[in-house]
């Protein structure tokens, strides 16, 4: 098949939730029953492989098969520059590049680098900056370090090049003036939890709120067992899906789809074997993603008003401080998000932190006389919701699955 001459709708920002991988199929598998499967388990972008080489010819295959199965890609080209200034090659080269790729209607955009350090944003900004006048409808993607990368300028290497985490974040964006924040953080290790998940959300948010207009966030995180890292369950994969939600991230990726040749690493239980087969994650990462979509209707592009927890706090978490209708009074570790939506409506997205077992809360709304309703996951329906206490409030019964979530409305 050959590109398309005609000029494409704008892909960015994305009409629907973006859920995507590190990590896609390389070749001999890069084929439309493979795509298939990858559409079918509920993800609506490609990222390219991470093996193999990525020629202008793998690229076309990439973008020709993603388009068969009505998938978007962001695709990675050697010749991509990570600085203007000081490359005699970086303009004529980002111009081939966005010659060979812009008018296909699968491309999403195009990959920089991952994890840089400060002292590469000024040249990335060139970059960021050249890629947008070129071609304003397709993202330049770039991930960050996670708030666990080291931040001590006096160790080598220092990989932040900043003193914290939030300078970091925040000179990033208002350097490289990006189309999306994106990071990865992997939290579930073979010795426990690491701390920090919804600390690095939280720098995230407040560091993406403070652009204008605020910068969406994508967030990576684990699905593949090694090195440090433990195979995870369903649970845990829900967990770090619905977090990523009850912040307002506005895209979801994992690390990683295909499992890895990489010998640094012994690598197992992933979404996607080697040979092409479902790991022993396809089917859990099915589910959740199914959950991620329906959710995603309702939540992606509605306005956060805030996210805090409740029961038991860990050290980087936010209790209930704001003045929103919300209250969970009863048992249950929750993070909850107060959403402003379409069509007038308020939301309460209500988000399960025990990811190996179900809860079900109670959630008091201070909404007056207005009808509440509960989002049916199962069925993606709204049913009413709710009974009337003695304070006046509207009480909700929320059931949520290990790391689940549920999601209320009213006007």
Request: hydrophobic share 35%; proline share 9%; with cysteine.
């Amino acid at each position: 098949m050959q590109i398309s001459a005609a000029p494409p709708e704008p892909n960015w920002p994305p009409k629907t939730f973006p859920i995507t991988f590190w990590c896609g199929p390389p070749e001999p598998f890069i084929t439309t029953e493979q795509y298939r499967q990858i559409s079918a388990a509920g993800f609506t972008v490609v990222m390219p492989p991470c093996e193999g080489e990525a020629t202008t010819a793998r690229n076309r295959k990439i973008l020709d098969t993603a388009r068969a199965t009505g998938l978007k890609a962001i695709i990675s080209d050697p010749r991509m520059p990570l600085a203007v200034t000081g490359n005699p090659m970086a303009a004529a080269n980002l111009k081939a590049i966005v010659k060979d790729y812009k008018n296909h209607p699968a491309l999403m955009g195009y990959f920089i680098t991952d994890e840089p350090g400060a002292d590469a944003f000024k040249g990335l900004a060139e970059v960021v900056e050249e890629l947008h006048k070129l071609d304003p409808d397709h993202v330049a993607f770039i991930n960050l370090f996670p708030n666990y990368a080291s931040s001590d300028l006096n160790q080598t290497p220092s990989q932040l090049q900043t003193d914290t985490y939030d300078r970091y974040l925040d000179r990033y964006l208002h350097t490289v003036k990006p189309g999306v924040l994106s990071w990865d953080h992997y939290h579930f290790t073979t010795n426990g939890d690491r701390p920090g998940f919804l600390g690095n959300l939280y720098a995230a948010q407040r560091a993406a709120a403070g652009t204008s207009p605020p910068t969406p966030f994508w967030q990576i995180v684990l699905s593949v067992q090694h090195g440090p890292y433990r195979a995870l369950t369903e649970g845990e994969l829900r967990y770090e899906a619905m977090q990523t939600l009850v912040f307002g991230g506005s895209g979801l990726a994992y690390f990683t789809y295909w499992l890895p040749n990489d010998p640094s690493f012994t690598w197992s239980n992933s979404i996607r074997n080697r040979d092409g087969t479902p790991g022993p994650l396809y089917e859990p990462v099915k589910h959740v993603n199914a959950e991620v979509k329906t959710l995603a209707k309702y939540l992606y592009g509605a306005s956060l008003v805030s996210t805090f927890q409740t029961g038991e706090l860990p050290a980087d978490a936010h209790a209930n401080a704001g003045d929103v209708p919300i209250r969970v009074p009863g048992a249950g570790n929750t993070s909850v998000g107060f959403f402003r939506g379409a069509g007038g409506y308020a939301m309460a997205f209500i988000t399960n932190r025990d990811y190996k077992n179900p809860a079900t809360v109670t959630v008091s709304l201070n909404v007056g006389k207005h009808e509440v309703e509960l989002l049916d996951l199962a069925a993606n329906k709204w049913k009413k919701a709710g009974t009337s206490a003695p304070d006046g409030n509207t009480l909700v019964e929320v059931p949520l699955g290990p790391g689940g979530g549920g999601l209320i409305r009213w006007l």
